[in-house]
């Protein structure tokens, strides 16, 4: 009998919780209708007139000129400063190298003097190698290099033909005789070897 009662009232109780949950959830459900009718309807009350769109796209189209000429007022700056400081560092680039050429002057100059005083030939010569090689250690530390022309096959890349000279089947095609070095800086040729090439 005990049972029979505690039953009943498990089954009352859980009657209750199941009408309970379904009144919460279609209550639920009633709202989330309502706010999107809501929100449905406040859009299609305040529909934007042709003259509110005009407006609007006026002021856009502003902004995005107003943002245009910022940028290209940017873009004209950066390129001003970009130049100013190319040309800044081509000038002390070729302050650098000039200042690294006076030493050599500065033989050259101590060489005319010794010349003037003295009958040595020997010495002047010594004097003129020294300096020829000084000159040449500058190149080398520039990336400065002489173009290879000794027994060299003619490479229209590095050299330039000035005339041609029947020399046998042997020497075809190979360099004969430089009349002007070439030469290159880096892997850049910056002055063609003047030849003449063997026919």
Request: charged residues 40%.
């Amino acid at each position: 009998m005990k049972k029979d009662k505690q039953n009943i009232e498990n089954d009352n109780l859980q009657a209750e919780v199941d009408e309970l949950l379904s009144n919460e959830s279609s209550e639920n459900l009633e709202n989330s209708e309502n706010s999107e009718n809501i929100e449905k309807s406040e859009t299609e009350e305040t529909p934007e007139t042709p003259e509110q769109q005009i407006e609007r796209l006026e002021k856009r189209v502003a902004e995005l000129e107003d943002i245009r000429l910022r940028q290209m007022a940017e873009f004209d700056n950066y390129r001003r400063r970009t130049n100013k400081e190319k040309l800044e560092l081509m000038d002390t680039a070729g302050e650098k190298l000039l200042v690294d050429i006076l030493p050599l002057v500065d033989d050259f100059e101590r060489a005319r003097e010794a010349m003037a005083k003295t009958e040595d030939i020997n010495s002047l010569r010594e004097g003129i190698d020294l300096i020829y090689n000084k000159f040449i250690a500058w190149l080398d530390k520039q990336d400065v290099h002489a173009i290879d022309t000794a027994d060299a096959d003619f490479n229209t890349d590095e050299h330039e033909a000035i005339t041609t000279f029947a020399a046998g089947e042997d020497k075809k095609g190979k360099i004969i005789d430089c009349t002007q070095r070439g030469y290159k800086h880096g892997e850049r040729v910056i002055r063609f070897a003047k030849v003449v090439v063997g026919e």
